[in-house]
């Protein structure tokens, strides 16, 4: 066997991770989900759901792939046996099932680069900021072009390797990131009529509330976390055993949060005052950003900067959630990173064809009254990543057990009573909040 790869810096890891968890999911997805399940509520109960069990989660994940030094098949095959292994499988099917549209949307965001260069988004008008995006992504050909270019981007990344690749890239950008979200939110929250949307934003209407908001927000954090597929597992079965996974784990989840939060700043505001509709759906970000830019001066070149760092941001997730399936292909199969990289790309790739058509030829073909897009984006955050988390929490509290807390213990990383609190939270907390949540929206 090969020598495993390791991170180059503790702060590589923790921005590895942070790269991993904010991408589109925060930025595209976040404020859309809020705009769609009333506002304020939906957000107070993602905190809590980020609180009661998402964090314990990411740091679960985090340990099992530290202690095994493996992919997620072979984490769970070492430190579980049976049929535990089939979590793993779970977590490396999810990853192509992410991809699939993914890569969709990252392409519209390099589209939306050009797009914003030669002015052609000029507008504070939302008919035409919104039949400008409607027609672009009904094109049958250029949405998969982007595409087509973005996972050639992810699978350069991934070839890098750890060190030289994921790492380098990410710590360059994310500081970078969060610098102009910040400038973004400035000029959303001082747009004339503003106040509508920061209202809806923050202050919570507990009667939109349903157990679809649960569903929603449950989803939302495995999505937006990177957790319940073995991304986590994965970078930490890159660390050597001195990282202080509790600190790492809060650190990702707080910058995490605030990425969505900032997100929601940036683009709920601007929807009230240019007089977009909160749901619009995956169309929102897209729609409403333009309009945000038309009003500042030097706006076209904000925009230019906002979907460069915006695309770097999918890029950065978009290699995580190739990275498991990879080194599961390298650790189990010993194929070559090159080679693994090429072949899944070029899967993905084709999963993305139907995904793109959505939006256009076919969007009259639905399953379950779903276009593809939608049946896949909600088969992997509604289902498959809430299930993967299930049995995670479940495998990490009652199989693994005490060794966990040992293997966590072991550099003398969490302190008690938390570590006892942790080990319980992962035992049933988010085994009885998983199932309640599933079972009352699937039933
Ligand atoms: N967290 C990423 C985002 O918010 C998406 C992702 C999901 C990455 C699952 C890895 C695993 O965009």
């Given at each position: 066997?090969?020598?495993?790869?390791?991170?180059?810096?503790?702060?590589?890891?923790?921005?590895?991770?942070?790269?991993?968890?904010?991408?589109?999911?925060?930025?595209?997805?976040?404020?859309?989900?809020?705009?769609?399940?009333?506002?304020?509520?939906?957000?107070?109960?993602?905190?809590?759901?980020?609180?009661?069990?998402?964090?314990?989660?990411?740091?679960?994940?985090?340990?099992?792939?530290?202690?095994?030094?493996?992919?997620p098949v072979?984490?769970?095959?070492?430190?579980?046996?049976?049929?535990?292994p089939l979590v793993g499988y779970l977590g490396v099917l999810t990853g192509f099932v992410i991809l699939s549209?993914?890569?969709?949307?990252?392409?519209?965001?390099?589209?939306?680069?050009?797009?914003?260069?030669?002015?052609?988004?000029?507008?504070?008008?939302?008919?035409?900021?919104?039949?400008?995006?409607?027609?672009?992504?009904?094109?049958?050909?250029?949405?998969?072009?982007?595409?087509?270019?973005?996972?050639?981007?992810?699978?350069?990344?991934?070839?890098?390797?750890?060190?030289?690749?994921?790492?380098?890239?990410?710590?360059?950008?994310?500081?970078?990131?969060?610098?102009?979200?910040?400038?973004?939110?400035?000029?959303?929250?001082?747009?004339?009529?503003?106040?509508?949307?920061?209202?809806?934003?923050?202050?919570?209407?507990?009667?939109?509330?349903?157990?679809?908001?649960?569903?929603?927000?449950?989803?939302?954090?495995?999505?937006?976390?990177?957790?319940g597929m073995g991304t986590?597992?994965?970078?930490?079965?890159?660390?050597?055993?001195?990282?202080?996974?509790?600190?790492?784990?809060?650190?990702?989840?707080?910058?995490?949060?605030?990425?969505?939060?900032?997100?929601?700043?940036?683009?709920?505001?601007?929807?009230?005052?240019?007089?977009?509709?909160?749901?619009?759906?995956?169309?929102?970000?897209?729609?409403?950003?333009?309009?945000?830019?038309?009003?500042?001066?030097?706006?076209?070149?904000?925009?230019?900067?906002?979907?460069?760092?915006?695309?770097?941001?999918?890029?950065?997730?978009?290699?995580?959630i190739l990275?498991p399936l990879?080194?599961y292909f390298?650790?189990?199969?010993?194929?070559?990173?090159?080679?693994?990289?090429?072949?899944a790309?070029?899967v993905c790739?084709?999963l993305?064809?139907?995904?793109?058509?959505?939006?256009?030829?076919?969007?009259?073909?639905?399953?379950?009254?779903?276009?593809?897009?939608?049946?896949m984006?909600?088969l992997a955050?509604?289902l498959m990543l809430?299930v993967g988390?299930?049995m995670?929490?479940?495998?990490?509290?009652?199989?693994?057990?005490?060794?966990?807390?040992?293997?966590?213990?072991?550099?003398?990383?969490?302190?008690?009573?938390?570590?006892?609190?942790?080990?319980?939270?992962?035992?049933?907390?988010?085994?009885?909040?998983?199932?309640?949540?599933?079972?009352?929206?699937?039933?």
């Amino acid at each position: 066997m090969t020598v495993r790869e390791h991170w180059g810096s503790r702060f590589g890891f923790v921005m590895a991770a942070a790269g991993s968890a904010v991408g589109l999911g925060n930025i595209w997805r976040f404020p859309y989900v809020t705009g769609d399940n009333g506002g304020g509520a939906f957000l107070v109960i993602y905190l809590a759901i980020v609180l009661g069990f998402g964090l314990s989660l990411l740091m679960a994940e985090m340990l099992l792939g530290r202690t095994a030094q493996r992919n997620p098949v072979g984490a769970f095959r070492q430190l579980g046996g049976r049929a535990w292994p089939l979590v793993g499988y779970l977590g490396v099917l999810t990853g192509f099932v992410i991809l699939s549209f993914y890569i969709v949307v990252a392409g519209w965001t390099l589209a939306y680069i050009g797009q914003m260069a030669r002015g052609l988004l000029h507008s504070r008008d939302p008919d035409v900021l919104g039949a400008a995006f409607g027609q672009f992504v009904a094109d049958p050909w250029q949405p998969l072009l982007y595409a087509a270019v973005f996972m050639a981007l992810v699978a350069w990344v991934v070839t890098g390797g750890i060190s030289r690749g994921i790492e380098r890239a990410n710590r360059w950008l994310m500081p970078i990131l969060f610098v102009l979200l910040l400038v973004l939110v400035l000029r959303a929250l001082t747009l004339p009529g503003a106040g509508a949307g920061l209202a809806f934003y923050l202050t919570p209407d507990w009667s939109r509330v349903n157990a679809g908001t649960y569903f929603a927000a449950i989803s939302q954090v495995f999505f937006s976390f990177s957790i319940g597929m073995g991304t986590m597992l994965t970078y930490g079965s890159y660390l050597s055993s001195r990282e202080n996974l509790p600190r790492a784990a809060l650190t990702v989840g707080v910058l995490d949060c605030l990425a969505a939060f900032l997100s929601g700043l940036m683009v709920l505001p601007a929807v009230f005052a240019f007089g977009f509709s909160p749901s619009a759906g995956p169309g929102l970000t897209f729609i409403t950003l333009p309009a945000v830019f038309a009003a500042l001066p030097g706006g076209d070149l904000f925009g230019v900067l906002f979907f460069t760092l915006l695309a770097i941001a999918a890029l950065t997730s978009a290699v995580s959630i190739l990275e498991p399936l990879v080194s599961y292909f390298i650790d189990e199969h010993e194929v070559s990173r090159a080679r693994v990289v090429a072949v899944a790309s070029v899967v993905c790739f084709l999963l993305a064809v139907p995904a793109s058509l959505s939006f256009g030829p076919w969007s009259d073909i639905t399953v379950f009254g779903m276009t593809w897009f939608d049946l896949m984006d909600f088969l992997a955050n509604n289902l498959m990543l809430p299930v993967g988390g299930l049995m995670t929490a479940l495998f990490v509290g009652w199989a693994w057990g005490r060794p966990a807390l040992k293997a966590l213990s072991n550099d003398g990383d969490l302190p008690q009573p938390w570590a006892g609190v942790w080990l319980w939270v992962l035992r049933v907390v988010a085994p009885i909040a998983i199932v309640w949540i599933l079972v009352t929206n699937l039933s």
